[in-house]
């Protein structure tokens, strides 16, 4: 293994069997890649490392209030 992390294609944990806003998230060394899980073949988003960790500490912060 050469250290390089890559998780591959994950659903999210906030989706669910009866919820169709269900994305899959792709974690990497270069970033993070999101996109929608009924279209696997369409554009997914990406954030840098940086970048990711401000949405998460914003969603975080958000669903407190």
Do not use: I
């Amino acid at each position: 293994m050469d250290g390089t992390r890559d998780t591959g294609w994950f659903t999210s944990s906030r989706s669910g069997a009866t919820n169709n806003d269900c994305v899959e998230v792709r974690l990497t060394d270069a970033g993070t890649r999101v996109r929608d899980s009924k279209d696997r073949h369409g554009p997914a988003l990406a954030f840098s490392p940086a970048a990711w960790s401000a949405l998460l500490g914003t969603t975080r912060t958000a669903q407190q209030h």
